[in-house]
């Protein structure tokens, strides 16, 4: 499996768990460990959905982690709309 579509699922997976926190954690507070503070899960989740949604967009949001986009290798930033062979051939008569 490819690093681009590992992204796509690990971006996915936090989406769904956003929309859980979004759909389930009306009653739930995440609080600190002292137990003084919390944020309202619903909250943790619009964060990951518009977290999500701006990877979804481009953005890069594995910056220095093992998803990092900069740590491809060459065939995996090629478009997927240029073929194996279209680029044999591009290579062959000399274009680029």
């Keep these: 499996m490819g690093r681009r579509i590992m992204r796509f699922i690990v971006t996915l997976l936090l989406m769904l768990v956003g929309v859980g926190g979004i759909v389930i954690g ?7 460990a002292d137990g003084t503070a919390g944020i309202p899960l619903p909250y943790v989740g619009y964060f990951l959905v518009v977290f999500c949604l701006v990877g979804f967009l481009g953005v890069n949001i594995y910056i220095g982690g093992p998803l990092d986009k ?7 930033k090629m478009l997927p709309s240029i073929s194996a062979e279209q680029r044999i051939e591009s290579k062959k008569s000399g274009k680029q």
């Design 70 to 76: 900069h740590n491809d290798s060459p065939e995996e």
């Design 26 to 32: 009306e009653d739930y507070i995440l609080t600190s």
